[in-house]
């Protein structure tokens, strides 16, 4: 007989693991108020934990199961110590856990209060997964409705659970429950606090960074190196934010410039409503555009730079027709990734049967960076975690330091501009005109070997351009070389200690300039 004690918000898949279990064993149930109500009510004899502890529930249900008769079932071993304890205090053996938590981490998602997302704080919940899990030997732990299936197939061969599942299972549990503490930790940091230390470092002292893994890749950077794709270990994300297909598998490259092409074409998508692609190749984007349709943006992105378009990975913020398919098999095309296609545009790729066509489940429009913090692992030098780009600046509040305000005819191209150059490997240098990139600078030691590669590449173009800087400009050379080429307008964070310099060297080239106040360098 197994005796299972039941606390469960999430009730998915639960009616059908129980009948599964009850037609292999006899079955005894325990369970909290509402989940006891509710299984009582689908036709199952089921006990109370009050019943159990002889204790009711009180504070609101805030305390149900924290009682010894609780725990003590749970935590006992099978000695004839613990048999005797058990015996004496008549506290019956449970061997199965089935708990899932209050699901606070999708509830932060809902801008409650202060006071309702206190009461999404699962304490009981989490002893007893933590309280099961400790006694893995003996005890079965299941932590998500995923894992009925696993068990339930166990239990059908009709002996015990073989240790190595449960102690995946307590695996799984202490994972849960380290995410779901993690989870709160990082809210409670998030909230206004007048501990001076929060304020100024608005990360906890400690944290957990909590994966799971999704599945292997072929390689990573390099064919030589093994990688592993993983999500976020919160249990309330889809994933991926993509369905593949066709294709072959994905690399480790693939995903990351994917996420580059999605990064870009969100940020556009959050102030400009247009047809959009881009072209990334190695984690940077070599052609980018907006267009009166999605085959016109098409045809300027990759008009910019056709040779490193080549082997590259094609993103689009609309739906791929028939007509824009044809146009990209004609050239060789590592990934394509966009909301939708047409049917015709998918019997088109299916031509070419290693090309990957991806279709994005998750909205371009959302706002790209809100509460995100990223990581970056430097090894024997640990772990920098750091806030997220910020947001999209209005370009109607970009700074015209050159006087006035920003030329009306240039604001969509400000915006863009701003939206791409972002993303760029610093030292970074865009140039665009009327939605079309025209030159890129990426990488360079010296801001001013970024302004002479991207001018070249836009050649007899950048005369009435634009030009976007990632950060400030040290020195008027730069200027005065922009000014050789035509350039129109230039927009910059500002803030360098030759910002007065710089600002004169523009007014006598006729140069409008707009300071943007936000630097976004990227190493």
Not at 66 to 91: M, W, Y
Not at 396 to 423: M, R, Y
Request: overall charge neutral; aromatic content about 8%.
């Amino acid at each position: 007989m197994i005796t299972a004690l039941i606390s469960v918000y999430d009730k998915t898949g639960l009616l059908d693991f129980i009948k599964q279990v009850a037609n292999v064993t006899e079955l005894k149930l325990i369970a909290t108020t509402s989940t006891a109500k509710y299984l009582q009510e689908n036709g199952f004899d089921c006990g109370k934990v009050e019943d159990l502890t002889g204790f009711p529930e009180i504070l609101g249900g805030r305390v149900k199961t924290l009682h010894p008769h609780v725990f003590a079932g749970i935590l006992a071993r099978p000695i004839e110590e613990d048999k005797k304890c058990l015996t004496d205090l008549k506290i019956p053996t449970i061997d199965m856990v089935i708990v899932n938590l209050y699901p606070f981490e999708s509830k932060t998602k809902e801008k409650l209060s202060q006071k309702e997302m206190l009461e999404y704080i699962d304490i009981g919940g989490v002893s007893l997964l933590r309280a099961a899990a400790k006694n893995f030997p003996h005890v079965t732990v299941l932590s998500k409705s995923e894992q009925y299936n696993q068990v339930a197939t166990a239990l059908a061969k009709k002996g015990p659970i073989d240790e190595s599942l449960r102690r995946r299972l307590a695996l799984a549990a202490f994972e849960r429950t380290a995410a779901y503490d993690q989870a709160i930790s990082s809210y409670l940091v998030g909230q206004s606090n007048e501990d001076e230390h929060i304020e100024k470092h608005p990360l906890p002292v400690s944290t957990i960074i909590n994966l799971a893994r999704y599945q292997p890749l072929r390689y990573g950077e390099n064919p030589h190196q093994a990688a592993t794709w993983y999500a976020n270990g919160n249990h309330d994300e889809v994933f991926p934010p993509f369905g593949q297909l066709q294709g072959k598998d994905l690399s480790s490259n693939n995903i990351i410039d994917t996420y580059c092409l999605v990064k870009i074409l969100r940020e556009i998508g959050q102030i400009i409503d247009k047809p959009a692609a881009c072209i990334i190749k190695h984690n940077n984007p070599c052609g980018v555009a907006l267009g009166s349709t999605i085959e016109d943006a098409f045809s300027k992105a990759y008009n910019t730079d056709s040779l490193s378009a080549f082997g590259g990975v094609y993103g689009f913020n609309k739906k791929v027709t028939a007509a824009l398919a044809a146009k990209i098999c004609e050239g060789f095309v590592e990934i394509v990734a966009a909301p939708d296609f047409e049917s015709e545009a998918l019997t088109i790729f299916n031509t070419k049967k290693n090309m990957r066509v991806l279709k994005l489940t998750r909205s371009l429009h959302e706002d790209p960076t809100s509460g995100q913090w990223r990581a970056r692992d430097l090894q024997d030098f640990g772990w920098i975690l750091e806030k997220e780009m910020e947001a999209p600046v209005d370009p109607t509040k970009f700074q015209n330091v050159t006087g006035g305000s920003p030329p009306a005819e240039h604001i969509e191209d400000l915006a863009f501009a701003w939206s791409v150059v972002k993303h760029l490997t610093s030292n970074a240098i865009f140039i665009v005109k009327n939605g079309v990139s025209l030159g890129f600078g990426i990488g360079q030691t010296s801001r001013i070997a970024s302004v002479e590669i991207a001018l070249e590449q836009a050649g007899k173009n950048a005369a009435g351009a634009i030009m976007a800087s990632d950060a400030f400009f040290p020195a008027t050379d730069s200027i005065e070389r922009a000014a050789q080429a035509g350039i129109a307008v230039i927009i910059q964070p500002g803030g360098s200690l030759k910002d007065k310099d710089v600002i004169k060297a523009c007014e006598q080239s006729n140069i409008k300039m707009l300071f943007t106040g936000q630097r976004c360098f990227k190493h």
